[in-house]
């Protein structure tokens, strides 16, 4: 009887271990290669709209999942020609604002220099390219490496 208990026991526990290991892997594969979903209006078109910074919070407040290029007025950057060629060739459509602008909102707390591209999923910033930032480099000046950057983040 004993020996009946403790294979029982030892059985149990393999099953805990495996479902633990299990879950823990799919929660992990969720998280990895959780993508961005804009709102619907952004896909099927490859428009560039311009925002004001009431437009901006708003859509923050809304809950709105987008696209957000900030750039200064002095700005020599290919990034905007490879935002340009990303909307054509993936009909989806882009925001911009310029930088004086949405320094006066929350957005400058995270995104602290122009030029930048930034994903907002359900009024948060989600993920962003830094301008100031070595690991952004050649996001900057190499249009695959921007194009693989944000096709990893939004789903398209």
Do not use: H
Request: with cysteine; charged share 25%.
């Amino acid at each position: 009887m004993v020996k009946r208990q403790k294979k029982y026991l030892f059985l149990v526990a393999v099953v805990l271990i495996m479902a633990v290991a299990l879950s823990g892997a799919f929660i992990l594969s969720l998280v990895s290669t959780s993508k961005t979903t804009l709102d619907q209006e952004y896909y099927g078109t490859s428009e560039q709209i311009d925002l004001e910074k009431e437009d901006y919070e708003r859509m923050i407040k809304q809950g709105k999942s987008f696209v957000v290029i900030s750039y200064a007025s002095v700005c020599n950057s290919q990034i905007l020609d490879f935002v340009e060629t990303f909307s054509e060739e993936n009909n989806i459509a882009f925001n911009f604002i310029n930088w004086a602008k949405l320094r006066e909102t929350d957005a400058a707390e995270t995104i602290k220099y122009p030029p930048t591209v930034f994903i907002v999923e359900k009024g948060k910033i989600r993920a962003y390219l830094d301008s100031d930032s070595d690991e952004d480099t050649e996001k900057y000046n190499n249009y695959e490496a921007f194009s693989a950057w944000l096709k990893e983040n939004l789903s398209l």
